[in-house]
């Protein structure tokens, strides 16, 4: 995305909702980055539909599919450090923690808006095996941890 990619439009407006809008003096801060959704001529853009085009340091990019109830009320942003936990036959582990999201989503399809939520991370390797076999364990619970002590990933109920 370039400060060319948008038609910026006058709108005499102000509401909680507003801040969340891509706005004029924000545009020069998503330089290079990338719209997660098609986007149409008048369509309003969000800033949570704009993500950093991947990682850097050498991090892999992955997309967890979770419920917003189940992702801190799908409050999250860019830039949050988020554990992920997965329950499995009543066994709670963290799957990984301290990963840093890169992307927050919504996408839509089909005529009746069937929409699923999506968080992306930053992961290494072995992470992101972790995170694929969690997923295929079942539902997932995503943790802000933004600011929180740090917990060892495999830790679970009862562990030190």
């Given at each position: ?21 891509v ?68 066994d ?37 095996l ?31």
């Amino acid at each position: 995305m370039t400060a060319d990619s948008l038609r910026l439009v006058p709108v005499d407006a102000d509401f909680d909702a507003l801040e969340s809008m891509v706005l004029e003096e924000h545009i020069s801060d998503f330089e290079g980055w990338i719209a997660t959704r098609s986007l149409e001529a008048g369509d309003l853009v969000l800033n949570s539909e704009i993500i950093e085009p991947g990682m850097t340091s050498g991090m892999r990019t992955m997309s967890l599919p979770v419920d917003p109830e189940h992702a801190a009320g799908g409050s999250l942003v860019v830039g949050d450090r988020i554990d992920v936990i997965s329950v499995v036959d009543g066994d709670a582990r963290f799957v990984v923690a301290n990963v840093r999201v890169t992307g927050v989503a919504a996408s839509e399809s089909g005529s009746f808006s069937s929409s699923s939520y999506y968080v992306v991370v930053g992961v290494e390797g072995h992470q992101a095996l972790l995170l694929a076999k969690a997923l295929e364990d079942g539902p997932l619970e995503v943790i802000r941890a933004t600011g929180a002590p740090k917990v060892q990933e495999g830790a679970g109920i009862g562990d030190s």
